[in-house]
């Protein structure tokens, strides 16, 4: 081997562990050699394959958008690699907006796992639009109000002509509503929610409602925990109880309610008693009680001479006289014909004795005028007691006020007398 020969030798040499370094030892620092620094199709090439080393490893991080302007095989091929993941990427966007028709035939395996997952995709999209075209379904020929509401954001979701109707709006104006919007007290509809969450269910729960002109009407509402299209909602079923809650609202108070002068009847009323007696007896320390009873005088006389309508109207007039005297919390009943008792919670004999007195002169005070024209004097008699000791009954209560009672007749009608243990044999 001559001179030149093995000079030729030692600069491939130079060259190969340049460009290896440079290129394949991602740690190398070193400086390019003296030698080849002067040589200008060197630098040329050394340039060119940064370019392209720089160029592929922005395509190895994802950016898209550099730009590659060398010729040649590698480079061909790297740019027409960063054409296909360009049109990967649109394929890709184009599939989250619903388009499953795209399909990869440049990538090998890849490809085939691309088009697995497409495919599977589109199946799963074709069974959810037919679940919820079937969920839709199912709410819209429901043979009572339904409504499907966001578990997330408690807006209406979907709803049927039925419970679009109960919100006085259409099905498409109800879209997108908050449902919290339809509940009288937005209160009730957390309490739903609270147990929602406790339970996955409500039942049969009466609750008041409102619709958009602001109606007000009981609903029984029940409720269960569901999914639509992928999101929790609430499946909410209401009807519209107001004529029932109306009609047994007025059997309640037809059981509860003397007919005639509208204040409790005797049997409504001794349940009262009873109720707050029992609650006397766990407090009594400090909770006081007393018992009122009371009599027109002369009713007899009074239906006698003016018949029964104004006798009637006698005892209508009467209770309201009572009322405007007594406390929202006081109990007032017609125990009899023309007897009347009232239960004072909270109120002691003297203080007790201090309303009976007020309600004997609202008796006498004012001016009592039948619709005949006559003008009736009205006066009323009232015994007042209050318990002794733990150990009597409320009927021991009762009879003490009764004693009380005929002793305000025996003194003269038209006055208040307190039973105290003096009357003792009176009550036996």
């Excluded at 029940?222 to 609202?249: C, Q, W, Y």
């Amino acid at each position: 081997m001559d001179e030149w020969d093995v000079e030729k030798g030692e600069w491939l040499d130079l060259v190969v562990k340049t460009l290896r370094r440079a290129f394949f030892e991602t740690k190398a620092t070193e400086a390019m050699p003296p030698e080849l620094q002067a040589h200008e199709e060197f630098q040329r090439l050394y340039r060119d394959l940064q370019t392209i080393c720089h160029f592929a490893t922005s395509l190895a991080g994802g950016e898209l958008s550099e730009s590659l302007r060398l010729r040649g095989s590698l480079a061909g091929s790297l740019k027409m690699l960063q054409g296909n993941l360009r049109h990967l990427t649109w394929q890709t966007q184009m599939i989250a907006k619903g388009d499953f028709s795209q399909r990869v035939d440049f990538m090998g395996a890849f490809s085939q796992a691309f088009n697995s997952m497409v495919e599977a995709l589109a199946q799963s999209q074709k069974a959810l639009r037919e679940s919820r075209q079937q969920y839709r379904h199912m709410v819209a020929v429901a043979p009572f109000p339904l409504v499907v509401t966001s578990m997330i954001d408690h807006r209406i979701i979907f709803i049927n002509d039925k419970a679009a109707q109960l919100y006085g709006v259409t099905a498409e104006e109800a879209i997108g509503k908050n449902a919290r919007d339809y509940y009288r007290e937005s209160a009730d509809m957390q309490l739903i929610l609270e147990e929602l969450a406790l339970h996955g269910a409500v039942e049969n729960r009466i609750i008041q409602m409102r619709n958009d002109r602001d109606e007000v009407y009981f609903g029984l509402l029940s409720a269960v925990v569901s999914t639509f299209a992928g999101e929790p909602v609430r499946l909410v079923a209401i009807n519209d109880i107001t004529a029932r809650h109306k009609m047994e609202n007025e059997l309640r108070r037809m059981a509860t309610t003397d007919e005639l002068t509208g204040c409790f009847n005797r049997r409504y009323f001794m349940e009262l008693a009873e109720q707050t007696w029992q609650t006397w007896q766990t407090q009594r320390a400090d909770f006081s009680l007393a018992l009122l009873m009371l009599d027109l005088d002369h009713f007899k006389s009074i239906n006698d001479r003016f018949g029964h309508a104004g006798g009637d109207q006698v005892l209508r007039t009467a209770c309201q006289r009572l009322r405007s005297v007594l406390r929202d919390g006081d109990i007032l009943g017609r125990i009899g014909g023309e007897e009347f008792a009232v239960l004072l919670p909270g109120c002691g004999r003297d203080g007790a004795w201090m309303v009976a007195e007020r309600l004997r002169r609202a008796m006498v005070e004012g001016e009592m005028v039948l619709e005949s024209g006559e003008r009736p004097v009205v006066t009323v008699s009232v015994g007042v007691a209050v318990p002794e000791d733990a150990g009597q009954t409320f009927s021991d209560l009762l009879r003490c006020a009764d004693v009380a009672l005929y002793r305000a007749k025996d003194r003269g009608r038209n006055c208040v007398q307190v039973w105290s243990p003096a009357h003792s044999d009176d009550a036996q």
